[in-house]
């Protein structure tokens, strides 16, 4: 059990009102969460403290090597006025995967769940209330060590920020246009993909950039050995229904372990609808997509919540999906995921958890 203690700001911020725009990750609460950690004494001083800038060495190892993870996840006003956790217990598993990986130490999961519990607790009134908006948690910890040498370090800071935050693209619901890489890549298997680390995501920047360029919002990468196979757009695992099963690739290794992915997965399960994890291949969308039955494609994160596929472009190919529009199955796994996140409808699972 973390002792924590508390400074609150003696400047609180405008909270954002019902008609004010919201997008994804430009506004910040008034408070977050930091502790520390050194070697041979643990993590130690966790504080709520007023939102604001860390004073670091140029010399801080995360600005070098790039020692560093984060996670997402969202809190949500419930209509009876309770704040609700979507499956806090699957990001803190991630962290710590992410962690050793990495070589970062470990933040025991009572006290990581402690910690954004406390969090949100200070700052709820900043959790907006419409339709298609939350509170974006974001957990992260960096290296500190004043040090140029590559080798783990010695000491950290773990920080929570929280954003009030809307969709995650422009589009909102309305489904994006997805390039397919075939010339970067974006994780092998063995190295760093399953993990929730900056280097998966500056790795993304300049396909990111070329598909803007020629108006698509996100890429989809195909796996790094063969370019053949399927894996992730990086800010959201993907989905394909085909025939009327739902298909997604499976953890390879290279792989983020999504949490709406996994939620998604149980849906089909508890409604009967036929749902695989496997190895899909370029070849067998484009098939499909020619033969007629591909009938649906979505992304699925924390941030995107669930986002159509409106379009994939491959090479010189244009594949519209569903005629540009939203998909049923699309359609039904934002209501349904929202609907529990919101508290709305039956949770059998038990994924919410309450803040109180
Ligand atoms: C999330 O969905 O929470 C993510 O971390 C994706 C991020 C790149 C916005």
């Given amino acids: 059990m973390l002792d924590i203690s508390v400074v609150k700001t003696d400047s609180p911020k405008q909270i954002p009102g019902p ?10 609460t008034d408070h977050m969460f930091v502790m520390n950690y050194e070697e041979g004494k643990g993590w130690y001083d966790p504080r709520i403290v007023p939102y604001g800038p860390f004073s670091l060495e140029p010399s801080a190892m995360v600005f070098h090597y ?8 969202k809190a949500y006003k419930s209509d009876d006025g309770r704040t609700l956790l ?20 470990e933040i025991p999961d009572e006290d990581f769940l402690q910690a954004i519990q406390a969090i949100v607790k200070m700052d709820e009134a900043w959790i907006p209330h419409k339709p298609g908006t939350s509170l974006y948690i ?7 060590d004043p040090f140029l040498g590559v080798r783990p370090s010695d000491t950290y800071i773990f920080c929570i920020i929280l954003s009030p935050v809307g969709a995650y693209y422009p589009e909102g ?45 996100q890429v989809l990468w195909l ?23 739902v298909i997604t690739p499976m953890l390879n290794g290279s792989i983020l372990p999504g949490v709406t992915r996994d939620s998604v997965i149980q849906l089909c399960k508890d409604w009967g609808v036929p749902v695989e994890e496997r190895r899909i291949s370029i070849d067998e969308i484009f098939e499909a997509h020619k033969n007629g039955t591909l ?43 929202t609907g529990i996140q919101l508290g709305r409808i039956a949770d059998p699972h038990g994924w919410t958890v309450e803040v109180k």
């Avoid at 974001?138 to 500190?144: C, E, G, L, N, S």
Wanted: aromatic fraction near 12%.
């Fill in 66 to 73: 790039g020692q560093e993870m984060f996670e997402g996840l």
């Fill in 19 to 28: 008609d004010d725009p919201l997008t994804f990750g430009t506004i910040f």
């Fill in 173 to 217: 619901l309305n489904p994006v246009k997805i390039w397919i890489e075939d010339e970067y890549v974006r994780a092998v298997r063995g190295g760093i993909g399953e993990a929730k680390t900056g280097g998966n995501y500056v790795a993304s920047l300049r396909s990111q950039v070329k598909a803007h360029e020629e108006g698509y919002s």
């Fill in 295 to 337: 009938e649906e494609v979505f992304g699925t994160g924390t941030a995107a919540v669930i986002s159509p596929v409106g379009q994939l472009r491959w090479e010189d190919h244009i594949m519209k999906v569903q005629d540009g529009g939203i998909g049923p199955y699309s359609q039904k796994f934002y209501d349904t995921i």
């Fill in 223 to 245: 796996d790094g050995v063969e370019r053949k196979y399927i894996e992730e757009v990086g800010a959201m695992n993907i989905f394909f229904k085909i025939n009327g099963t």
């Fill in 86 to 105: 979507f499956r806090p217990d699957k990001n803190i598993w991630r962290a710590n995967k992410t962690n050793r990986r990495i070589c970062i130490p």
């Fill in 138 to 144: 974001r957990p992260f910890i960096i290296a500190t």
